[in-house]
Each structure stands twice: as C-alpha cells, then as structure tokens.
C-alpha cells in the first residue's frame, strides 16, 4: 500500500499545522508545526509560513487539508476577522496548487482531541494534529 499525507490547519495569530503520514489508516508518522501569521502590534498578516507548509507536502501523495472554519457569536474582533482571512489564505494555496480541502467546524477535532493532547505539543499543534486524526477517524467509519 502507498504512504499517504493527511494535512491540517489550525488558523488563527498563530497557526498549527500537521501532516500525518499514513499507509491506509495506519498511521506512520507525523509532522507538526507552529508559524507566527499576523504579529499582534501592527495585525499584519504574513501567511509565508502557511504556504511554506502547505507547498512542502507532496501533492502526489496528499490525500485532503482538513482547514479549521471559523465560529464567531456577537461582535467580531480584529483577531477573528484576520483568522477568517487565513482560512481564506488556506483555501486559495490549497485551489492555488490543485490540492483537495475540507473546511470543518472547530467541534470536529473533539473526538480525536484527547489522543492528540497526549502527545504533549503545543496547543495549535494539538488541535491542528487532532483535526487530522478526526479525520481519518471519518474515513475509516465509511469504509
């Protein structure tokens, strides 16, 4: 069976990031990270490392990015309007290099959310990592 590559986002100030590695639902290894994407003084918005990541996986051997949605009630902040924006970002890199995306809830991640908090990373990485995990959680249950 051939290695697959499940990508997720976690958007926001800070951003988490993972690639999970996997033989059918087997999962092999993985790769998780944390890119600064607007600094908090001036909310410019750098989405370089996003791109960096995203581009960085092999198109061949990715299966989906899984992008976290965006959930606001009552007034937007300027933090939520510049995390709306990234997963904007998100999706035009993923349209941009032909590449299959899911934008999901932020309550999708919840059932793999434990797994990933114990495997002590960050907490963006976490809930990136848990995005992932839930997804081929899914997958497998329509097998």
């Known amino acids: 069976m051939q290695l697959h590559v499940t990508g997720s986002v976690d958007p926001g100030g800070t951003t988490g990031l993972a690639r ?10 993985y790769q998780l990270s ?3 994407c607007w600094t908090t003084k001036r909310h410019t ?3 370089t490392g996003l791109f960096d990541f995203i581009a960085g996986t092999p198109p061949e051997l990715t ?3 899984v992008i976290e949605d965006f959930n ?5 902040s300027r933090d939520g309007k510049n995390t709306i924006e990234m997963v904007g970002i998100a999706v035009g890199i993923c349209v941009a290099l032909g590449l299959t995306y899911d934008v999901v809830s932020p309550q999708a991640r ?7 908090q114990s ?8 809930d990136a990592l848990a995005h ?6 899914r997958e497998r249950k329509k097998k």
């Not at 606001?72 to 937007?76: H, I, W």
């Open 72 to 76: 606001s009630t009552g007034q937007l």
């Open 63 to 65: 299966d989906v990015w």
């Open 34 to 36: 944390e890119v600064e």
């Open 20 to 29: 999970i590695y996997h033989v059918g639902f087997a999962i092999r290894s």
């Open 110 to 116: 919840y059932s793999e959310l434990e797994t990933a």
């Open 132 to 137: 992932g995990l839930a997804r081929l959680r």
């Open 45 to 47: 918005i750098d989405p």
């Open 119 to 126: 495997r002590g990373h960050r907490v963006h990485e976490t």
